[in-house]
C-alpha cells in the first residue's frame, strides 16, 4: 500500500531513526506515472528533433533559389554562398553588385577569374573574384583599390573578419590564466568561511544593520520617484518603454517602495521580539554548517549536474529549432523561421520540460539539504551540551537515494507547478517583443508578467518547505504543502525576518565574497609577470582573466549562500516543530543558553515597563 509515511502528524520525533522510518513508502504516485510518462514523450520530441533537424539551416547560406546550402537536396555537396557579380558589374565601383545573386559552391575561389559554373550565364559573369571562406561564406578578398569587393565584405561587417584574431588571442589569455583560477577559487573559499565566522559572531547587528537599510534603500527610492517623477517621466528610456504612461508608471514604483519601507516598519514594530529568534536560527545555521562541512559540496553536485543537464537540453533545443524552413529577407542573408503547427506545439512542450527537469533537480537538492539538516537536528547528542552529534558522513547522498525512490511524485508535483509558470513567463515575454510598437500591450505584457513572476516565486517558497516538511514526515505534496502552511503561520514573524534576513545575507555574501576576489585578481593582474611582453605568463587580454575569476567567485559565494539559505529554512521549520522550546534535547547547548537569555532580558524589560 502506497502511503505519506505516519498517520498522526502531531507524532513528535525523538530521533533521527523516527523520521528516517516515515519514508518506507512512495507518495504521490500517480504524479511519478504521469512524469515517467511525460519524460518518455519529451525524449520522443527530442529525437525527431535529431532526426529531422538540420543545424546548417540556422547559419549556412540561402542561394536565389531558396536553398539552403549545404542542406537542401540539390546542394548537399555544396556547402558555401557565394554571390555571382552581374554581367555589369565593375570592382572599380561601389554598390554594383546584386545581393540577390547568391549561389551555393562546394569552395569558395580563392583567386580571381575562376570559372563558377553555378553562376547563370544570362545574368552574371561565371569569372570570380578573390574570396576566402568564413562562417560558410565566401567573403571578397578587400583590395582598397576594388571599391565592388569592399562592398561585399561590409555586408558582414567588421567583426566577422575580426572573428578569429580575437579569438585566438582571449584563448591564449584564458589558457595562461590557470594559476589565478586556483587563486580566485581558494580567495573565495576563504572569504566563505569569514563571512560566516562573522555572521555567527555579529547575527544580531548585522540582522538590524540589514534592516535598517532596507528600510531607508526603499523610502528613499520612494521619495525620490515621487520628487522626481515628472523628469524621471520624460527619460528616453521610460518613453521607449512605457510611451504615454512613463510619468505614471513612475509615480506606481515611488508608491510600491514606500509601501514596501512602511511594511518593514509595521513589521518591526509588531513583531520585533522575533528578531532574537531569528538570530537563534541563524546563529544555529552556522553551528550546523560547522559541523557538516559535506553540506558545502552539496552545491558543487548540483551546479555540476544542473551544467550537464542544461547543455545537453540546450544542444537538443537548437537541434529541434532547426527543424524549421528558413525564408530569407530579400537582398540580405538574413532570414526568419517558419514552423508547422505540430512544429510549434513540439517546441512548446519542449520548452515546457525543460522547465519541469530543471525545477526536479532543485526539488532532489533542497530535499537532500533539509533531510541531511533534519537528521543532524534530530540526531541524538553525544555530550551534555549537546554540541556534538553521531550523523553520517555522506546524509546528503542518503537523502538523495531516498527522494529518488520514494518522493519522485512530489518532486513532479512541485516541479511541474513551477514549469507551468516558467512557460507562461516565457509566452509572455514572446507576446511582448511581438508588441514592440504597442506601448499599451507592453505595460499589459509587464503587469502579467510580474503577476506570474510572483505567483512563481510564491510557489517555489511554498514549494521549498513542503520538500522540508516531507524530508522530515514523509507526507504527500498536498498534505506536505498544508502543514508547511500551518507551521509559516504559527511562526509567521519568525520566519518572515528570518527569511528577509536570509536574502540580505546571501545577497550581501555574494556581492562581497565576488568583489573581493575580482578586486585581488584584477592587482595580481598589474603585476609585471602578467604586464611584459616578454614573459610566458604575459595576459593579452587579462580582462577575461579577471572576468573568469569573478565567475568563479560568484559560484563559489552561491554554494555558500545557497546551503545556508537552505540549512537556516530547514531548522526554521525545526524549530517550529518542536515548538521552540529551550528544553528539547535536539536544540543545542548554546543555542538553549542563548534562548533563556533572551526570555530572561524580555522578563525584565516587562517589569520595567
Known amino acids: 500500500m502506497f502511503g505519506g509515511g505516519y498517520d498522526s502528524e502531531d507524532e513528535p520525533i525523538h530521533e533521527s531513526d523516527q523520521f528516517k522510518e516515515r519514508h518506507d513508502s512512495c507518495t504521490d504516485l500517480p504524479c511519478c506515472c504521469l512524469w515517467i510518462l511525460c519524460l518518455i514523450a519529451f525524449f520522443g520530441v527530442a529525437g525527431y528533433g535529431f532526426n529531422h533537424g538540420n543545424l546548417k539551416r540556422l547559419h549556412h547560406g540561402i542561394d536565389n533559389k531558396g536553398q539552403v546550402c549545404g542542406v537542401d537536396l540539390n546542394v548537399t555537396a555544396k556547402p558555401s554562398l557565394y554571390f555571382c557579380p552581374p554581367l555589369s558589374w565593375d570592382p572599380m565601383v561601389a554598390n554594383a553588385m546584386d545581393m540577390n545573386n547568391g549561389v551555393c559552391v562546394a569552395t569558395c575561389p580563392a583567386t580571381a577569374g575562376l570559372n563558377v559554373p553555378e553562376c547563370d550565364l544570362t545574368v552574371s559573369t561565371q569569372d ?125 514604483i515611488g508608491v510600491i517602495s514606500l509601501a514596501g519601507a512602511l511594511g518593514i516598519a509595521c513589521l518591526m514594530c509588531c513583531c520585533h521580539s522575533q528578531i532574537d529568534y531569528a538570530v537563534l536560527a541563524v546563529q544555529m545555521t552556522t553551528d550546523v554548517m560547522a559541523h557538516i562541512p559535506s553540506l558545502l559540496f552539496a552545491p558543487v553536485i548540483k551546479a555540476t549536474v544542473k551544467f550537464i543537464v542544461t547543455i545537453i537540453l540546450i544542444f537538443g533545443f537548437v537541434y529541434l529549432l532547426s527543424i524549421a524552413h528558413p525564408v530569407q529577407v530579400a537582398g540580405t542573408q538574413v532570414r526568419h523561421f517558419e514552423y508547422e503547427g505540430f512544429e510549434w506545439a513540439l517546441i512548446i512542450y519542449y520548452v515546457f520540460m525543460f522547465g519541469w527537469i530543471m525545477a526536479f533537480l532543485t526539488a532532489i537538492y533542497q530535499f537532500s539539504i533539509a533531510y541531511a539538516t533534519a537528521d543532524y537536528f534530530f540526531a541524538q547528542p553525544s555530550d551534555y551540551e549537546g554540541n556534538e552529534r553521531d550523523i553520517g558522513c555522506c546524509n546528503f547522498i542518503e537523502g538523495m537515494c531516498v527522494g529518488l525512490m520514494w518522493h519522485q511524485g512530489s518532486f513532479a508535483f512541485g516541479s511541474f507547478i513551477i514549469a507551468i ?12 517583443r511581438t508588441s514592440a510598437d504597442n506601448p499599451i500591450a507592453r505595460i499589459i505584457a509587464c503587469c502579467c508578467y510580474c503577476c506570474v513572476t510572483m505567483c512563481k516565486s510564491c510557489a517555489e517558497f511554498i514549494n521549498k518547505n513542503a520538500y522540508i516538511d516531507i524530508a522530515i514526515r514523509g507526507d504527500w505534496f498536498c498534505t506536505a504543502c498544508q502543514k508547511a502552511f500551518r507551521v509559516m503561520v504559527e511562526n509567521a514573524a519568525g520566519m518572515a525576518i528570518l ?111
Open 128 to 252: 570570380s573574384y578573390a574570396t576566402t571562406n568564413k562562417l560558410n561564406f565566401c567573403i571578397p578578398v578587400v583590395d582598397s583599390t576594388l571599391p565592388g569587393t569592399q562592398q561585399i565584405s561590409d555586408l558582414f561587417g567588421p567583426t566577422v573578419s575580426g572573428f578569429v584574431p580575437s579569438l585566438m588571442k582571449l584563448a591564449d589569455s584564458l589558457s595562461k590564466g590557470w594559476p589565478l583560477y586556483i587563486l580566485a577559487f581558494l580567495l573565495a573559499v576563504v572569504i566563505g568561511y569569514a563571512y560566516l565566522c562573522c555572521l555567527k559572531a555579529f547575527a544580531k547587528p548585522m540582522i538590524w544593520l540589514a534592516v535598517l537599510v532596507s528600510f531607508l534603500a526603499l523610502f528613499s527610492i520612494g521619495c525620490f520617484m515621487l520628487y522626481q517623477a515628472p523628469s524621471i517621466g520624460s527619460n528616453d528610456v521610460m518613453k521607449d518603454n512605457f510611451g504615454q504612461f512613463a510619468t505614471g508608471m513612475t509615480y506606481v
Open 421 to 432: 509558470f516558467s512557460l507562461i513567463q516565457r509566452i509572455i515575454e514572446y507576446l511582448e
Open 499 to 609: 527569511n528577509g534576513a536570509t536574502l540580505v545575507f546571501q545577497i550581501a555574501g555574494l556581492l562581497m565574497i565576488t568583489a573581493l576576489t575580482v578586486f585581488l585578481a584584477d592587482a595580481i593582474c598589474q603585476l609585471a609577470l602578467f604586464k611584459d611582453a616578454t614573459s610566458d605568463w604575459f595576459l593579452p587580454n587579462p580582462t577575461a582573466v579577471v572576468v573568469v575569476c569573478g565567475l568563479i567567485a560568484f559560484g563559489m559565494a552561491k554554494i555558500f549562500m545557497d546551503v545556508f539559505d537552505m540549512v537556516s529554512d530547514t531548522l526554521m521549520f525545526c524549530l517550529g516543530l518542536e515548538g521552540w522550546s529551550k528544553m528539547s534535547q535536539k536544540v543545542p547547548g548554546p543555542l538553549r543558553e542563548a534562548m533563556s537569555d533572551a526570555e530572561e532580558l524580555k522578563r525584565q524589560e516587562s517589569a520595567g515597563m
